[in-house]
């Protein structure tokens, strides 16, 4: 994903010092979030619980938002969440993205893309099928009135290590903490200080939004509940019995420095972790799909249709309340 020595001057002349600095800081492709973190058969969409989920409460007043550029990963492309518009990024359709510039009648530039990183906001990236789509800052005018950026999962492999190698070394100990066991102290602590280092990325993003769209109003959108601390279900999540608390302090952990980043670049913050209390995984009204992909409802440990109509109407009461 190195953009062409051109290219990277242009960026550099463009965007903070301070964003380039904390993407150097070390990042993973975006190869090993992009693809699917447990390699299952498509199953038929009836495995998975429907659920109408919540319609928007609230919308701005027509027109104050005219051009809305959507920024992010899997969890805004939604991968199999509706019908795909984008086969290169797994971007749906339906997602919350198309659902808010609906309600807002305003015109969409959707650059979200699966298996996106924080550095594939100012680098191009590698996707589906071997080619590559721009920076998804490039997207940006000076008259952009709304961005919305979720982002920071893929950073340094963190959900592929919670989904993908810790679901695989459940295989060893089902009953123990394989996967905590393997990381090991230093291993532990090395999540933690790159789940934090993502809260420095994401504020540099947001400043890199500002140099390119200042009129804009910037919400960053947090991620869901995906995991569970006090229940399991090995046959929807299979992490081991023991790796389950550590799997959902990770992700909660997150969350917290999504959250944060966004209150110390002051920007809207869509929690959505917090809304999505009670649906999880292993619940029984989930707004994530578990380990079996279905092309009829979700990419495995990705959000489900219902979630991208919550986060929708998270953003646009978000919005209303910023009026």
Known sequence: MTPTTTARRLRTALLPTVLLAALAAGCSGSDDAGAEPD??????SSSIPRSDGPSPLATPEAG????YVALGDSFTAAPLAGPTADQRCLRSAQNYPAQVAEALGAELTDVSCTGAD???????QRVLGGGVVPP???ALQPDTSLVTIGIGGNDFGIYSTLTGTCVRAAAQDRDGAPCRTALGRDG???LEANIRTVGDRLAAVVEGVRQRAPEAEVVVVGYPEIVPADATCPELLPLAEGDHPFAARMARLLAQVQERAAERVDVAYVDTYAASDGHDVCSEDPWVNGRVTSAATALAYHPLKVEQEAVAGLVLEKLTSAG
């Open 118 to 124: 924080t550095a594939s906001l100012i680098g191009s």
């Open 188 to 190: 532990v602590a090395e």
């Open 136 to 138: 998804q800052l490039d």
């Open 39 to 44: 390699a299952t058969p498509v199953a038929p």
């Open 64 to 67: 104050r938002y005219p051009t």
